[in-house]
């Protein structure tokens, strides 16, 4: 039981010199790339820059005992650091005390609420959330942040929540640019674009290992961030007008509690919880597909607890809310990280860089934080999934583009929320007018096809109707007036046969509907037939009146019911004839 909710306990006992080696590594790469992220993101999120540092040592060392992924890499993210700017902004002003406070409240919100669901098992309530939706939220993100950065790199100062909002702003205040912050903003900018695309093939055509050259490429805003420190200070760009980060405290992360306001946490609660949810599935998503490269295994429950001890620890430690990352997690990967070790060990990092490197970050522009956060949320932008959708789901593209126009007109809450209402309204609509199909026997076989789409046969006094959904409240009366309209259609039927073979389960609902089919076939002299029933099906049935009642007979299967029933006219079906043969030619 204690290993289950410790899975250090488990991996711990194979620690070794050899491994030891491998995260140590991958450490120090992720702790060169996770300083300046830090930074962007925390300034994202409309905090002090240090506060990145912070959220990026604690939560690390928490998800090294609770987690299950050897590789993620937990830490703030551009999308929870978005969602913490939107849902803190609405209670306090950025740059207050009273705004910190919101967001290690939030950070103590979401970390109680994961663990809890965590706890109880509950991770599926994530499948809420369907890749279209996802993928449309995250898009529309990537876009809003973007364009929220663009202030920095102009040297203005423009606010909005939304995506109107924000271009209103930038196209009133693009006058008042800053000429040296935009010569900071744009090089720092199109340099980083191509050290993400570019950098590698260069150094592997120079002769640099592949491994090696994808490593020294994530270096990149490093490289960024040392270069425009030193440009402010020898061209003495903050006296003309470039804005920097300042003084950054040095030392730990201080010791912080969440507020207990009741007032404020009833307006944060429904934010931590999207953050939460949000938050989970893009941790999972990365968990999950970085392991099935090594062939290991997360535990996405105890995934949920791992990433809320993380939160937890944030926000006693003066964080925000975090989540495990797509690029660093990546990054992690490849460096060779074979523990959650490797997370411990970057946290250390970073503890030492807080301790002894922020000095050094006084002149970092921020318009090149505006760079790095702007190069690395495009990236997330996702411009084939709209045509693929439309072209296999015109109902996934609906949920998918309503979330990416709420999300941009309306803000970040109100997109997830509408993404997840859609989906579920789209769901309902689908489930309440589940697929039937009428269906004869392929000749020659014992297999039966929709006659609309296979030349198959029939009987006119046997109408086969198979049925593609189980039979809730939502779809009952559907069918039902589905089986009554097909034979109004057929005076010469006798019987009708319900191919179940696609209905997992029968409640009350579709109990009553078929109750009711069964009497009103019988009263126009018609007999109901079941055929190919399920076993959990079947034991439901029986615990009801409905098979003693009905008028037919419940078949093996759906060959034997229509050999059987072929006879009840002495006439044995004959391919020859013209009224037995149909379908599509």
Same mark, same amino acid.
């Given at each position: ?5 410790l899975p ?6 194979s ?8 995260d140590? !590594?991958a450490?120090?790469?992720?702790t060169i !790339?996770l ?7 925390? &300034?994202?999120?409309?905090?002090p820059?240090?506060v990145?540092?912070?959220?990026s ?7 090294a ?9 937990v830490?703030?993210?551009?999308v929870?650091?978005? !969602? ?19 967001a290690?409240t939030?950070? %103590?919100?979401?970390?109680?609420m994961?663990?809890?669901l965590g706890l $109880? ?12 939706v996802?993928s ?8 809003l942040i973007a364009?929220?950065q ?5 040297g203005?100062?423009v606010s +909005?929540?939304?995506?109107p909002?924000?271009?209103a702003?930038?196209a ?9 912050t935009l010569?900071?903003?744009?090089p ?11 950098l590698?093939?260069?150094l592997?055509?120079?002769?640099m ?5 994808? !490593?020294t ?20 760009l903050?006296?003309?007008?470039v ?16 507020s207990?306001?009741m ?8 934010? %931590? ?5 949000i938050?989970?599935?893009e941790?999972?998503?990365?968990? @999950?597909?970085?392991?099935a ?8 429950? @105890? ?7 993380s939160?937890i ?9 975090v989540t495990g ?6 990054v992690n ?8 070790? %490797? ?7 970073i503890?030492?860089?807080s301790?002894?490197?922020?000095? =050094?970050?006084?002149?970092l ?10 190069? %690395?949320v495009?990236?997330?932008?996702d411009?084939?999934?709209p045509?693929?959708l ?5 109902a ?7 979330t990416?126009?709420?999300t941009? =007109?309306? +803000?970040?809450?109100? +997109?997830?929320i ?14 309440s ?13 014992e297999?039966?096809r ?7 046969l ?6 086969s ?14 069918l ?11 005076p010469?039927?006798?019987h ?6 696609a ?8 109990l ?12 126009g ?6 055929s190919?029933?399920k076993g959990p099906v &079947?034991?439901?049935l029986?615990?009801a ?6 008028? +037919?007979?419940?078949?093996?299967? @759906?060959?034997?019911a229509f ?6 006219t ?6 020859a004839d013209? &009224?037995?043969a149909r379908g $599509?030619?």
């Open positions: 039981m204690l290993q289950r909710y250090i306990l488990e991996w711990g006992r620690y070794n010199r050899d491994v030891l080696t491998s140590l !590594m450490a120090v790469i992720v !790339m300083i300046p992220q830090s930074l962007a993101y925390a &300034m994202l999120a409309g905090l820059p240090v990145g540092l912070y959220a040592i604690m939560p690390l060392i928490a998800y005992l609770f987690g299950t992924s050897r590789t993620l890499a830490g703030p993210v551009a929870v650091s978005l !969602m913490t700017a939107s849902a803190a902004g609405a209670v306090a002003a950025p740059g207050t005390a009273a705004y910190l406070e919101a290690i939030l950070a %103590a919100l979401s970390g109680v994961l663990a809890v $109880l098992r509950l991770g599926f309530l994530a499948n809420l959330l369907s890749h279209p996802i449309g939220f995250i898009s529309a993100s990537g876009v364009t929220s663009l202030k920095h790199i102009l203005v100062k +909005g929540e939304t995506w909002e924000m271009l702003g930038l009133g205040k693009i006058g008042e640019t800053n000429l040296a010569a900071i903003g744009i720092a900018t199109i340099f980083l674009f191509w050290v993400r695309k570019g590698k093939p260069l592997v055509r120079l002769g290992g592949a491994r090696a050259a994808d !490593m490429a994530k270096a990149g805003p490093v490289v960024a961030v040392a270069v425009s420190i030193l440009a402010v200070i020898a061209f003495g903050q006296d003309k007008g804005s920097i980060v300042g003084a950054i405290p040095q030392g730990l992360p201080p010791f912080a509690l969440p207990t306001d007032g404020l946490i009833q307006s944060l609660w429904v934010p %931590a919880l999207l953050i939460s949810i938050g989970f599935v941790s999972v998503s990365v968990a @999950q597909t970085l392991a490269k090594r062939r290991q295994r997360i535990v996405p429950d @105890q995934e949920l607890i791992g990433l809320g001890a939160n620890a944030s926000a006693l430690s003066g964080g925000y809310p990352g797509f690029a660093r997690s990546v990967f490849d460096a060779g990280a074979q523990t959650p070790a %490797a997370g411990a060990f970057t946290a250390v990092g503890a030492l860089a301790l002894f490197l922020t000095p =050094l970050l006084f002149n522009p921020n318009a090149t934080l505006a760079a790095t956060i702007i190069v %690395a495009l990236s997330l932008v411009l084939k999934t045509g693929r439309w072209a296999y789901s015109k996934d593209f609906s949920a998918h583009a309503a990416i126009a709420v941009l =007109l309306a +803000g970040v809450e109100l +997109g997830v509408a993404g997840v209402g859609v989906g579920l309204l789209l769901y309902l609509w689908r489930a007018r589940p697929h039937a199909a009428i269906v004869g026997r392929v000749p020659g076989t297999h039966f929709n006659v609309e789409r296979h030349k198959v029939t009987l006119p006094h046997l109408l109707i198979r049925i593609d959904e189980s039979l809730t409240y939502l779809n009952a009366r559907w039902e007036e589905y089986v009554l309209e097909q034979v109004a259609d057929r010469a039927l006798r009708v046969v319900l191919m179940c073979s209905v997992n389960a029968i409640d009350a609902s579709g009553e509907s078929l109750e009711a089919i069964n009497h009103r076939l019988s009263d002299g018609v007999k109901l037939h079941l190919e029933v &079947m034991d439901r029986k615990r009146h409905f098979l003693d009642e009905l008028s +037919g007979r419940v078949f093996l299967s @759906q060959d034997r050999g059987e029933l072929a006879n009840d002495g006439e044995e079906p004959d391919a013209p &009224m037995l $599509l030619i």
